[in-house]
């Protein structure tokens, strides 16, 4: 059985919204917005998936949905309006390419902007309470890593199939000895504060 909550407002149309990436060094932030027709069996906050869950359930999200969009900001635009206000934009866009417009928003987190005038919600832990939030965070996850994978193979120094551009101690260790390249965020502490 599956102890995430299906909906908030039972009679609406409800879009769960969530973003991966936010706290990478390098790549974009990617964010989905879901509209699920009935509840999906082993939906959970995608932290507490593996890869391969998580990619059978994108499948079953993408099939199963009434509407699913996801949205890519990159990282000149994170650096252009912060990582914050980049993270509202990409669940925004995402909302935007719908093709059902939903009648209720649910945003995983505690911040959002106003979307069409159509009433949000902020849930902190959201992907670990509704499931069109942990469907959302499934699909933002997977795409980015993929997305990681691709830019890996343009920058294998920095080890982006292995980090997927978090700040481990490998990733800051390479950006010490090589230096920052163009997908990593320029206004983010690349290097950390340890003394030499």
Known sequence: ???LLFCLNENLLEAGCDEAGR???AGPVVAAAVILRKPIEGLLDSKKLNEKQRRSLRIQIEKEALSYAVAVVSPRR???INILNASIEAMQIALSELKTQPESILVDGNRFKSYENIPHTCVIKGDDKFQSIAAASILAKTYRDEIM???HHE???YQWKKNKGY???AHRSAIEEQGACIHHRKT???LSNKPK
């Open 188 to 190: 983010f502490q690349l």
């Open 23 to 25: 706290g990478c060094l």
């Open 78 to 80: 994170i650096e252009e």
């Open 155 to 157: 920058f294998p120094e």
């Open 167 to 169: 700040p481990t101690i």
């Open 149 to 151: 994978l691709e830019l």
């Open 1 to 3: 059985m599956n102890s």
